[in-house]
């Protein structure tokens, strides 16, 4: 079969940048806020205010930005929710979820 793919677009485009790596990980923490602790990089958040302050700092230096978010074993969907939320409020709207990956 004969096809035609797209010449400017993928792997070898030029136009192609890369971009910071962004992985935001939920895991369950009853000691804090909404009962879950947010990492962004592996880094902690104090809280969700400080880390929609930072999607929003992404946001304006890179308004393409992406992230990708991974929810810890035993998270709720209402954390998850909460921490979406937060991304929105920021500006941030490019989010891939990733798989909760469960012990044998």
């Known amino acids: 079969l004969e096809t035609e793919l797209p010449k400017d677009v993928g792997v070898n485009s030029a136009e192609t940048e890369l971009k910071e790596k962004i992985e935001i990980s939920i895991e369950k923490d009853s000691g804090r806020e909404h009962g879950l602790r947010v990492l962004v990089n592996s880094q902690v958040m104090p809280n969700l205010a400080t880390?929609?302050?930072?999607?929003?700092?992404?946001?304006?230096?890179?308004?393409?930005?992406?992230?990708?978010?991974?929810?810890?074993?035993?998270?709720?969907y209402e954390q998850v929710v909460k921490v979406v939320d937060q991304c929105l409020m920021g500006g941030l709207t490019d989010i891939t979820f990733a798989g909760v990956t469960f012990d044998a």
């Not at 880390?51 to 709720?76: C, H, I, M, N």
Request: proline share 8%.
């Open 51 to 76: 880390f929609r302050s930072k999607v929003q700092s992404w946001v304006q230096s890179d308004p393409e930005a992406r992230a990708t978010l991974y929810p810890g074993k035993g998270v709720d």
